[in-house]
C-alpha cells in the first residue's frame, strides 16, 4: 500500500502497560501534535473527539459495502452525528467463558460440549443457559474447590467481563447524551446480582491484573474464567493436560444482549497527508486485509 501511495508509512507499537497508550493520546491531544493515525480503546474516542477529524467519508462505504456495524461500535466511534472512528476487528475483543470439560461434568452437571458443539448448539442446554444459571455453576464450582476466576478488580478484564453483565440486565451508567443514569431497577437487578455472585469467588478477585484469571485457570485452580483464547493457547504450550479440557463458548443470555469490547482507529486533526491517511485507516477495516473483520 505504501508502494502504490508513494508515501513512507512508520508503525510505532505502544504498549497498554502502564496506560502508556492512553498517556501517549492524552500528550499529543494536548500538544495537538504527533501520529496521524492512533488505535484506541473503547471510550477514548468521545474523551478525545476534539482532537480528531470526521471520517464518514471512509465509515459510511464500509458500512455500505459490509453491512451496518454494532450498536457497541457505532455508540462509541459515532459522535454528535458523525464518525469520529473507524471501527475494527483488530484488537476488539470477546471474553466468553472458557471452562474445564471435566469439572462442569463433575460438579455442575452440564456437558458444555454438548451444549456448544462444533456445530449447531443445542437448544434446550443453551436456552437455559442464563446469567441466573451462571450464578448456580459458580456456587456448585466453588463448593467443589474450583470457583470461577472472575476480576472484580479494576483491570481492563474486570471491567469488560462486568461490563458484559451489566448490558445483558440493560443497566447504564451514563446514556448517550452524557446523562448519569446509574439509578434504576436495571443496575439494582445487577448489582444484586453480583452481591451473590462474589459469595463464590475467591478473596484473590478484588486484586486480580489481566494475567490472574488466565494463571488461575491454566494452574487448575479455576472451573471458569472469561477471557479470550489467549489463555488456551498458553495452556496448551504450558498445561497440555489441563488445555485438553479447556472449551470456549458463548456468554450466558440475560434479560438484554451481551456485549464485545470493539476498537478504534482514528485520524488525528491538524495533521497532514488527509487523503492517504484515510486510506490507511480504512485498510485495517477491510476484509480483504482482515477476513476476520466484524462489524
Not at 66 to 73: E, F, L, R
Not at 166 to 175: E, K, L, N, R, S
Amino acid at each position: 500500500m505504501a508502494a502504490k501511495e508513494k508515501v513512507e508509512i512508520t508503525v510505532d507499537l505502544i504498549t497498554s502497560n502502564g496506560d502508556k497508550d492512553l498517556l501517549t493520546l492524552m500528550a499529543e491531544g494536548q500538544a495537538r501534535a504527533g501520529h496521524d493515525i492512533m488505535g484506541l480503546r473503547t471510550w477514548y474516542v468521545s474523551a478525545q473527539a476534539d482532537n480528531f477529524e470526521p471520517v464518514d467519508d471512509v465509515v459510511l462505504p464500509l458500512i455500505e459495502k459490509y453491512g451496518k456495524t454494532t450498536q457497541t461500535c457505532e455508540y462509541l466511534g459515532k459522535i454528535n452525528g458523525h464518525w469520529m472512528g473507524v471501527p475494527t476487528a483488530y484488537g476488539s475483543t470477546s471474553l466468553p467463558p472458557c471452562a474445564r470439560i471435566d469439572l462442569f461434568k463433575q460438579f455442575v452437571g452440564l456437558d458444555v460440549q454438548k451444549m456448544y458443539p462444533v456445530g449447531p448448539p443445542d437448544k434446550e442446554l443453551t436456552d437455559a443457559w442464563t446469567w441466573e444459571y451462571f450464578l448456580t455453576a459458580a456456587e456448585k464450582c466453588f463448593k467443589g474447590g474450583y470457583p470461577f476466576g472472575l476480576p472484580m478488580s479494576t483491570c481492563t478484564d474486570a471491567i469488560n467481563n462486568n461490563g458484559a453483565v451489566f448490558t445483558a440486565y440493560g443497566a447504564q451508567m451514563v446514556d448517550v447524551e452524557g446523562n448519569i443514569t446509574v439509578k434504576s431497577d436495571a443496575t439494582r437487578q445487577v448489582l444484586e446480582w453480583f452481591q451473590r455472585l462474589v459469595r463464590f469467588l475467591p478473596d484473590s478477585v478484588w486484586a486480580y491484573d489481566n494475567a490472574s484469571n488466565n494463571k488461575a485457570l491454566i494452574s487448575g485452580q479455576a472451573a471458569l474464567i472469561q477471557n479470550p483464547p489467549s489463555a488456551y493457547a498458553v495452556a496448551k504450550r504450558d498445561a497440555p493436560d489441563i488445555a485438553k479440557q479447556l472449551w470456549t463458548f458463548h456468554s450466558p443470555k440475560g434479560p438484554r444482549a451481551g456485549s464485545t469490547r470493539p476498537a478504534i482507529i482514528i485520524g488525528r486533526s491538524g495533521t497532514s497527508r488527509r487523503t492517504n491517511r484515510r486510506q490507511r485507516a480504512c485498510w485495517p477495516s477491510c476484509r480483504r486485509a482482515n477476513p476476520r473483520t466484524s462489524w
